[in-house]
């Protein structure tokens, strides 16, 4: 005789269907427990029981030759699956899924889905409204706005709800004989959990509990021939999956992240479930929100959490509610704890409604090869995933820091960007790196992509970065990539990135090509500093492509438009940091900075590259003040072409205003020459002398337009350059600071 089937319809991350869920569970004593859920992977299932099993976890099952496609099912504390799994492992009853199996999911080629596929209907679903939101319809007949404030106070909040289960089947089946038909992979589905059940009914000789969607309980309920069920399945397809359990995320738990089945605030589901059995519920999520208020800085007294209590009490016995729920207590604790304003509630909303907790999976769980060597690493570098974004600097001194530092970039490598570089620390040398860290559950199917590469990070970083290397064709790109293997500290790839280098450098003459890959490799100079690594190489390497360049360049600045024109300066500015980084041998410099003088003297020249390239000069002092002032003179005479005088101007002083400030001969110069232009012609080049000024503060203006009138503020200030000033200065330092001295003894 087949062993009676208990259906519990529960609603997925349901803390209130969980907790009638054990009720009936306790109540019923079945043999064997089924749970909606992909049949191929019920193996896994017992895992969840394990103590080391942190929640929010997720079932992972992917595609063997294609791990992007992959779908998730997450887990929480306060979902009746993972309820209902934790009793039959407590009380050695049969535990599967029953569900479609993800090999034939997955064999759809349809994209990454999260969770419930109730919430991936085909279109012909979604236009009737009854299987779209069946919660919604019940509600709306309940006199409700929406399903949500309906399911909690019915089931969720509930303290006597009734029997729950057979109220609900009543009710769903009174609404499937009034939607349209499912389609053919809601049927199919479907078939698959009746199949599964009559299977274990003919193993097991004690009560079957089926957990599953309440929307499914009336098709598991009816009777079909097994024959008839069979036929829905034939010919479906399928492909090689492999499952596994991933870390979650609550903020992923969230309806809002996007999560067709998930709740609309995950931190209030779990206090449901943490304060179950309490009579004080209220109290306690009241004191949560003002512990979160004064640690932001606010002042919450006793008495106005005994009024918020009070008032969220009031609210529901107006509203016709059995207990106080959400929406009472928020608006409760806005108006006697934020005293009204929901500018304060905002601030603490995110962590008190969603929450930044990450799950974790024990050692013994059979993982993929890269998420058991990211386990690994995580535990010896100190490093917990957190869903919140968090900052974190790191000192490459320290073998701790250079061992985050190492699997961060690994990571950034294998396009898992789990933290994102926000300064470099130069301007506290090259020993310090500056993160903000923020886990995604998606990062966990990304390392299984990148198996293709390896089995431990360090390998699929160095495979994949070698991959890259050989494919760059860009010397620059190819430059950046060599950094990034070296700060990754993959030595094999920095091998074969040097090498490659070396050899496209040699077969180059793009002089931008060329200026491109100078930043990356003076960084690399630079890094060898803080890091161990084959720099010596680069130091080798670097003067031959600065002199390649320093030779190509007045050729490739020729003739050039205006968005050649604007690259190729920036690449020069950029290249001239790098010499100045890298601080070369002196002959290579010069040469260098000759070829930067040959753009001055070739009438050819693009005059915005050869205004930068000016710059370069006076500021480096291989152009004289005088001369270049004459030179300035030049390019800005009345015979010269606006739009090239203006190209010189924008070139030579953009970024650089500051000088026109002490500089009386370039500040005459340009004066003469904006004096000498026409209205039109003015104000054509309007947004050129904004961008050009737009550098100085408000301060420094005011200090041109002095120096320019001629004019002494009241106390004296003002600047001029005076004779002899260089000889002057050092007698004037000593005295300064002996004064200095003599007043700090004093």
């Known amino acids: 005789?087949?062993?009676?089937?208990?259906?519990?319809?529960?609603?997925?991350?349901?803390?209130?269907?969980?907790?009638?869920?054990?009720?009936?569970?306790?109540?019923?004593?079945?043999?064997?427990?089924?749970?909606?859920?992909?049949?191929?992977?019920?193996?896994?299932?017992?895992?969840?029981?394990?103590?080391?099993?942190?929640?929010?976890?997720?079932?992972?099952?992917?595609?063997?030759?294609?791990?992007?496609?992959?779908?998730?099912?997450?887990?929480?504390?306060?979902?009746?699956?993972?309820?209902?799994?934790?009793?039959?492992?407590?009380?050695?009853?049969?535990?599967?899924?029953?569900?479609?199996?993800?090999?034939?999911?997955?064999?759809?080629?349809?994209?990454?889905?999260?969770?419930?596929?109730?919430?991936?209907?085909?279109?012909?679903?979604?236009?009737?409204?009854?299987?779209?939101?069946?919660?919604?319809?019940?509600?709306?007949?309940?006199?409700?706005?929406?399903?949500?404030?309906?399911?909690?106070?019915?089931?969720?909040?509930?303290?006597?709800?009734?029997?729950?289960?057979?109220?609900?089947?009543?009710?769903?089946?009174?609404?499937?004989?009034?939607?349209?038909?499912?389609?053919?992979?809601?049927?199919?589905?479907?078939?698959?959990?009746?199949?599964?059940?009559?299977?274990?009914?003919?193993?097991?000789?004690?009560?079957?509990?089926?957990?599953?969607?309440?929307?499914?309980?009336?098709?598991?309920?009816?009777?079909?021939?097994?024959?008839?069920?069979?036929?829905?399945?034939?010919?479906?397809?399928?492909?090689?999956?492999?499952?596994?359990?991933?870390?979650?995320?609550?903020?992923?738990?969230?309806?809002?992240?996007?999560?067709?089945?998930?709740?609309?605030?995950?931190?209030?589901?779990?206090?449901?479930?943490?304060?179950?059995?309490?009579?004080?519920?209220?109290?306690?999520?009241?004191?949560?929100?003002?512990?979160?208020?004064?640690?932001?800085?606010?002042?919450?007294?006793?008495?106005?959490?005994?009024?918020?209590?009070?008032?969220?009490?009031?609210?529901?016995?107006?509203?016709?509610?059995?207990?106080?729920?959400?929406?009472?207590?928020?608006?409760?604790?806005?108006?006697?704890?934020?005293?009204?304003?929901?500018?304060?509630?905002?601030?603490?909303?995110?962590?008190?409604?969603?929450?930044?907790?990450?799950?974790?999976?024990?050692?013994?769980?059979?993982?993929?090869?890269?998420?058991?060597?990211?386990?690994?690493?995580?535990?010896?570098?100190?490093?917990?995933?957190?869903?919140?974004?968090?900052?974190?600097?790191?000192?490459?001194?320290?073998?701790s820091g250079l061992a985050r530092s190492t699997l961060l970039h690994r990571l950034t490598i294998l396009d898992i960007p789990w933290g994102r570089l926000a300064d470099a620390g130069r301007s506290r040398g090259t020993f310090r790196e500056n993160w903000k860290l923020c886990w995604q559950p998606e990062f966990a199917v990304r390392l299984v992509e990148h198996l293709v590469y390896g089995s431990t990070i360090a390998d699929a970083a160095s495979a994949r970065i070698v991959e890259q290397i050989e494919a760059d064709a860009d010397l620059g790109a190819l430059a950046a990539r060599v950094r990034a293997a070296m700060i990754a500290d993959l030595p094999r790839a920095v091998a074969i990135g040097i090498a490659a280098l070396e050899h496209k450098a040699a077969l180059t003459s793009d002089c931008r090509a060329l200026l491109a890959a100078l930043p990356p490799m003076a960084d690399i100079l630079r890094y060898g500093e803080a890091r161990s690594g084959p720099a010596e190489h680069l130091a080798l390497l670097m003067p031959r492509i600065v002199t390649e360049a320093a030779f190509a360049l007045p050729y490739a600045a020729r003739n050039l438009d205006a968005d050649a024109a604007e690259a190729m300066r920036t690449a020069i500015l950029d290249a001239e940091r790098a010499v100045q980084l890298a601080a070369l041998e002196g002959d290579v410099v010069e040469t260098w900075y000759g070829g930067l003088s040959r753009l001055l003297d070739d009438d050819q020249a693009t005059r915005l590259v050869a205004g930068a390239a000016a710059r370069l000069l006076y500021e480096a002092e291989r152009l004289p003040a005088d001369e270049a002032v004459r030179l300035l003179g030049r390019m800005l005479s009345p015979g010269t072409p606006i739009a090239q005088a203006a190209g010189f101007f924008e070139g030579f002083l953009a970024g650089a205003g500051q000088r026109l400030i002490h500089d009386d001969g370039l500040r005459s110069a340009v004066d003469v020459w904006l004096l000498g232009l026409d209205e039109e012609a003015f104000v054509t080049n309007l947004p050129l002398f904004r961008r050009v000024f737009s550098a100085l503060d408000r301060m420094e203006r005011r200090r041109l337009i002095d120096a320019l009138l001629a004019r002494r503020e009241r106390d004296g200030g003002g600047y001029r350059l005076l004779p002899g000033a260089d000889e002057a200065w050092p007698a004037h330092f000593a005295r300064v600071t002996a004064l200095l001295r003599e007043g700090a003894r004093s």
Request: charged letters at 25%.
């Open 1 to 399: 005789m087949p062993a009676p089937v208990s259906l519990f319809g529960i609603r997925h991350h349901g803390p209130g269907s969980a907790r009638r869920l054990i009720e009936a569970l306790d109540s019923l004593q079945p043999s064997a427990v089924l749970i909606e859920g992909p049949s191929d992977a019920s193996d896994l299932l017992p895992m969840l029981a394990d103590p080391e099993m942190v929640l929010p976890v997720s079932l992972l099952a992917y595609a063997e030759d294609d791990a992007a496609n992959a779908t998730f099912f997450p887990f929480a504390e306060y979902s009746p699956e993972y309820q209902a799994a934790l009793w039959a492992v407590r009380h050695g009853a049969l535990l599967r899924f029953i569900d479609l199996p993800a090999a034939d999911r997955l064999a759809r080629c349809a994209p990454p889905v999260q969770g419930d596929d109730e919430a991936t209907d085909d279109m012909a679903q979604q236009e009737d409204p009854i299987s779209r939101d069946p919660i919604g319809i019940l509600a709306a007949a309940a006199g409700y706005a929406d399903g949500e404030s309906w399911w909690s106070d019915v089931i969720e909040e509930n303290p006597h709800p009734g029997p729950v289960f057979a109220a609900v089947a009543d009710a769903m089946g009174a609404l499937r004989a009034e939607a349209g038909a499912i389609d053919s992979d809601e049927a199919a589905r479907e078939a698959t959990m009746r199949l599964e059940i009559a299977r274990a009914a003919k193993e097991v000789d004690g009560p079957l509990a089926i957990v599953c969607g309440a929307w499914h309980v009336p098709a598991l309920a009816r009777k079909t021939s097994l024959t008839e069920d069979r036929a829905l399945l034939r010919g479906r397809p399928k492909t090689k999956v492999k499952a596994t359990w991933a870390p979650w995320t609550t903020p992923r738990l969230a309806r809002a992240s996007g999560y067709g089945a998930g709740v609309a605030a995950p931190g209030w589901c779990a206090h449901l479930w943490q304060t179950r059995d309490m009579a004080d519920r209220d109290t306690i999520w009241l004191t949560r929100i003002a512990g979160l208020l004064r640690d932001k800085g606010h002042f919450v007294s006793t008495a106005s959490v005994i009024e918020a209590q009070r008032l969220g009490t009031g609210l529901a016995a107006l509203r016709g509610r059995p207990a106080p729920g959400f929406e009472e207590l928020r608006e409760a604790a806005i108006a006697c704890l934020c005293f009204g304003n929901p500018v304060l509630w905002e601030e603490i909303a995110a962590e008190l409604l969603v929450g930044s907790g990450v799950g974790s999976i024990p050692p013994s769980t059979p993982l993929a090869p890269l998420l058991e060597d990211l386990q690994r690493q995580q535990k010896a570098t100190r490093l917990k995933p957190e869903a919140l974004e968090r900052d974190l600097s790191v000192d490459l001194r320290s073998d």
